[in-house]
């Protein structure tokens, strides 16, 4: 079943900042290659987040535990497969 109706979109900041993702103006989403997120990898989520206009920030990546910083999850690309399966961003 494919959702319809569903808003995919994306964020940058007028100091070029860039979130990947925004699902249906409530989720930003960011994708990292890599299994060792650092701070500086999170920056345009944390920006975003400073606005306060989306309910969820994520960064997927290859780490191999979900974590938290802050206000955002930074979770395991197969847990966010798991979870996008499931609707959990709809």
Excluded: Q
């Excluded at 007028?14 to 989720?27: A, P």
């Excluded at 990292?32 to 994520?58: C, F, H, Q, T, W």
């Excluded at 999850?73 to 979870?83: A, C, R, S, T, V």
Aim: glycine share 6%.
């Amino acid at each position: 079943d494919y959702i319809s109706g569903g808003r995919l979109s994306y964020w940058r900041s007028t100091s070029g900042f860039e979130v990947d993702f925004i699902i249906n103006d409530h989720t930003a989403l960011e994708i990292k290659a890599k299994k060792n997120i650092s701070a500086n990898d999170i920056k345009p989520l944390r920006m975003l987040a400073e606005e306060g206009i989306l309910k969820r920030y994520v960064c997927v990546s290859m780490e191999p535990r979900r974590r938290k910083v802050g206000n955002i999850d930074i979770l395991p690309y197969k847990e966010f497969l798991d979870l996008l399966w499931d609707k959990a961003f709809t």
